[in-house]
């Protein structure tokens, strides 16, 4: 290869570099001119979400500071604030709870609407059912944690009174 061809080479391949550069600033100018704009408010929404990622999950409580809500099912009984417990229907009840052994005869349990089978339990009286459901009796769990004794009554008064035509005693 000659002195002149490496010459030719040499200018050929700085002409092709110097393209690239152009190419590459010519570039940057048009990606800044489309996605470069100043935008307080975007900005502004960065940082705040940055703050809220670095922020800790807890927060200390100064004396004197109201307790912050939680969603907890223990808290807010009715007559505090207004807020209303949902009694649900003793159908409802009893398909949302009951319905897992009284259909079918689980563990030997009575069947929803079996005349024979409640008939001879059902005089031992409402209170003391209600309180073996809440409770537990023989094979049944307690079911207080499921429903509350007005929900538990409710699905008494459904399963049995108006499944079977029976009528549940007092006391
Ligand atoms: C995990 C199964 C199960 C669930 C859930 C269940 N029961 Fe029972 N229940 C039984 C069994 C089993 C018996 C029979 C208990 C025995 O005599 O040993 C029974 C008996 C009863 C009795 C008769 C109690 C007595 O003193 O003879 C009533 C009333 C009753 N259940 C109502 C309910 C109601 C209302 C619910 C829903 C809130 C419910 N049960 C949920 C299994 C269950």
């Known amino acids: 290869?000659?002195?002149?061809?490496?010459?030719?080479?040499?200018?050929?391949?700085?002409?092709?570099?110097?393209?690239?550069?152009?190419?590459?600033?010519?570039?940057?100018?048009?990606?800044?001119?489309?996605?470069?704009?100043?935008?307080?408010?975007?900005?502004?929404?960065?940082?705040?979400?940055?703050?809220?990622?670095?922020?800790?999950?807890?927060?200390?409580?100064?004396?004197?500071?109201?307790?912050?809500?939680?969603?907890?099912?223990?808290?807010?009984p009715a007559d505090d604030a207004g807020g209303v417990v949902e009694v649900r229907s003793g159908e409802q009840v009893t398909q949302a709870v009951c319905i897992a052994c009284h259909q079918g005869n689980f563990l030997n349990a009575p069947g929803i609407g079996d005349v024979d089978g409640w008939n001879e339990r059902i005089g031992k009286g409402w209170d003391t059912l209600v309180s073996n459901v809440a409770n537990g009796y023989g094979n049944m769990p307690a079911q207080g944690g499921a429903a509350s004794e007005e929900e538990i009554r409710a699905a008494i008064e459904w399963m049995i009174e108006t499944e079977t035509g029976l009528a549940i005693p007092e006391g």
């Open 1 to 76: 290869m000659s002195t002149e061809q490496d010459g030719v080479f040499l200018r050929n391949f700085a002409l092709v570099i110097a393209a690239l550069v152009g190419v590459t600033i010519f570039l940057i100018v048009v990606a800044n001119s489309l996605f470069g704009d100043e935008n307080p408010e975007r900005d502004a929404l960065v940082q705040e979400r940055a703050e809220q990622n670095l922020a800790p999950s807890y927060a200390v409580r100064l004396s004197g500071e109201p307790a912050p809500a939680l969603a907890s099912a223990d808290e807010a």
